[in-house]
């Protein structure tokens, strides 16, 4: 079955869902079909068996997914019409399935009671912990509830930092927090959107310079050549060096020079610019080009190669994955300014480690993270939105994505309640 069976199934199950006499949750119907496709490897509806249902409920869910315990009886709604969908529409053994998910459903309400007791309960215990630190008796119930209610009230970075502050000098690894949980756009629109971003237009526009160029200089184009690359791709290269005596004195085509090559977007091998074998994903459709896309996306953030220094621009380059991250666990749009006032916080204590003294002036480091910021917004990973930036829906798929390639557990919304 293609790539984009989800987005196929979908769209039938909302035909068939108008034909029912019962209000049909088809977002929650949706979030279920994904997690099958992502989590447990179902490769089309009609592969959904009574031990696929079971992994997915009890494996693929409460591991990926937020949920209450108020919203089970929702869930298990939205699972009994994916059941009856699928025997009406994929000839699926409905009894097969009914019976394995009456046998399912108290373990599941179990599992999902387990996941958020777990995570209440860690919450709780750092809770705890800060009011000790203040000097507040939780068993003061009223004294509890006050401290409670100041805590809320403060600035998302503050608590966050508090957190963390505990969370270190505790000895706990901060970096397997849970991430908080997203809602990611439908695959389809997530697949337009990578083939028609910055980055990816860029990315084909350089490899199709590269092969009518036919590179004879090495890994790397020359500084005439890299001139000539910032000409055809009418690049902008507002970090452009005086002087060009080399690739990396253009470093946003640097950047995606090595992005593309690194991510096999461009094959330089013998010297000579050619297609490389993900190129075909990069202009292709579904979870190939996806796939391709998010190659490219991880070596642009984090590439192998890029140019050495201790200035501003440099420490701020590297810190892109932590700027992602930031952005990620907002709830909404974060000032420019607040971003680089966290951000020239990190890199000053980060240096403090090593050569104190030599962190860049907080203005130097604004000015930075505004580059980076441009740049973000030319791949269409961030957007502005009011006086603050965000993530676009891509660039949340995207950052998830490599958060969990990276051993972070990243929820999904549930939601299934109120779709």
């Known amino acids: ?14 035909r068939w869902a108008d034909e029912q006499d019962d209000a049909v949750d088809v977002l929650g119907v949706r979030l279920l079909l994904d997690l099958a496709r992502e989590e447990i490897g179902l490769t089309g509806p009609e592969a959904l ?33 994916l059941v009856a969908y699928l025997a009406a529409a994929a000839g699926a053994d409905a009894a097969a399935l009914r019976a394995a998910l009456a046998e399912i459903e108290p373990e599941f309400a179990r599992a999902v009671a387990a996941a958020e007791t777990d995570e209440r309960r860690a919450a709780a215990e750092i809770m705890t912990a800060l009011m000790r630190a203040d000097g507040v008796d939780p068993a003061d119930a009223a004294a509890a509830d006050r401290w409670v209610e100041a ?25 397997d927090l849970r991430v908080p949980p997203v809602r990611l756009a439908p695959r389809a629109e997530l697949a337009a959107a990578a083939a028609a971003s910055g980055l990816a237009r860029q990315a084909r ?13 090495g890994a790397e184009p020359s500084a005439q050549d890299a001139l000539a690359a910032v000409a055809a791709l009418e690049l902008a290269c507002p970090r452009r060096a005086a002087t060009v005596a080399a690739l990396a004195d253009l470093p946003e085509l640097h950047r995606l020079w090595w992005a593309a090559a690194r991510a096999e977007v461009i094959d330089t091998a013998g010297g000579v610019g050619a297609l490389g074998p993900v190129h075909a994903g990069l ?22 190669e890029q140019p050495a220094g201790a200035d501003a ?27 680089a006032a966290a951000l020239a916080e990190h890199v000053e204590a980060a240096d403090a480690e090593g050569d104190a003294g030599a962190a860049p002036a907080p203005a130097a ?18 957007a502005r939105s009011g006086d603050g930036w965000a993530l676009t829906p891509l660039g949340v798929w995207g950052v998830r994505e490599m958060l969990l390639a990276d051993g972070y557990t990243a929820p999904l919304v549930a939601g299934t309640a109120s779709a």
């Open 49 to 81: 068996d009574a031990a696929g249902l079971r992994r997915l409920l009890l494996e693929a869910f409460p591991a990926a997914v937020v949920a209450d315990v108020a919203e089970i009886p929702a869930i298990l709604a939205a699972v009994r019409h």
């Open 151 to 175: 805590f809320e009230v403060l600035p998302e970075d503050e608590r966050f930092a508090r957190v963390d502050a505990h969370l270190r000098a505790t000895g706990q690894d901060v970096d």
């Open 205 to 217: 526009a350089l490899a199709a310079w590269a092969v009518s160029r036919r590179l004879t200089a």
């Open 365 to 382: 480091v604004a000015e930075a993270l505004a580059l980076e910021l441009a740049d973000l917004a030319a791949w269409d990973v961030a």
């Open 313 to 339: 621009g440099a420490l701020v380059r590297a810190e892109l994955p932590g700027i992602l991250l930031y952005l990620y666990e907002q709830d909404g749009p974060t000032p420019a300014a607040e971003l």
């Open 1 to 14: 079955m293609a790539d984009d069976w989800v987005d196929d199934t979908a769209a039938d199950l909302r």
């Open 283 to 304: 202009a292709g459709t579904g979870d190939d080009l996806l796939a391709a896309w998010l190659a490219l996306f991880e070596h642009a953030v984090a590439p192998a």
